[in-house]
């Protein structure tokens, strides 16, 4: 779980400005593959899992005893939907603003790269390799024998602004977890991350 993991500013702060100088010497686009490939690279290394049922999973994820919530703390409001209460780049980027100042808008450029190619559904750029790495780790989790799927439906940046897919997309991901548009809109008030977790029926 997240809240058992150290920081280190300058380990932090130095994330960061490694991220900026990939996209110095990249662009752009260099360094939203980049992040992509990471979050693949470090979900394929995770052992993969299987539960009986989705009680079982259920309760894995939100004790952090499961490889999808090894670096975040997960919270369930509904049988299929999830909150991250806290962002695990969150204290990253602290560090960054008090140290540094503004974020460079490297990555804001990055963000928005990965929202028109990928998927719009990042509020910054460490949304990318967070949301990959969710993606991915899924693949490797299987609840009764069925696959587990993950979908995104909001994310929140460190300013405080909320990402949302297209409203056609959204609909069906709020009825796919289980929540209204307003339940949502409240869960985002004081959580990072709104998404949905699922087996097919």
């Known amino acids: 779980m997240s809240e058992d993991i150290e920081s ?27 992040m992509v490939s990471q979050a693949e690279s470090l979900a394929m290394s995770v052992p993969e899992e299987e539960y009986d049922t989705w009680e079982d999973f259920a309760n894995a994820v939100v004790a952090g005893e499961s490889v999808f919530s090894s670096f975040e703390n997960i919270k369930q409001i509904s049988k299929y939907g999830f909150v ?16 540094l100042g503004i974020m460079n808008s490297v990555h804001d450029e990055a963000k928005d790269h990965y929202n028109h190619t990928i998927q719009p559904s990042a509020a910054h750029s460490g949304c990318m390799m967070h949301q990959t790495y969710r993606q991915e780790v899924a693949k490797r989790i299987k609840i009764g024998g069925k696959p587990l799927n993950y979908a995104q439906i909001a994310s929140k940046a460190y300013a405080g602004n909320v990402v949302t897919p297209p409203e056609s997309w959204k609909k069906v991901l709020l009825e796919k977890a289980g929540i209204s548009e307003t339940q949502g809109f409240m869960e985002m008030r004081e959580n990072a991350c709104l998404f949905a977790l699922y087996i097919d029926e």
């Open 8 to 34: 280190n500013p300058f380990v932090d702060v130095s994330v960061f400005l490694f991220f900026e100088d990939i996209a110095d010497k990249q662009g752009v686009e260099g360094f939203t593959n980049y």
């Open 84 to 99: 991250t209460e806290e962002c695990p780049f969150s204290k990253a980027i602290s560090e960054y603003i008090k140290r």
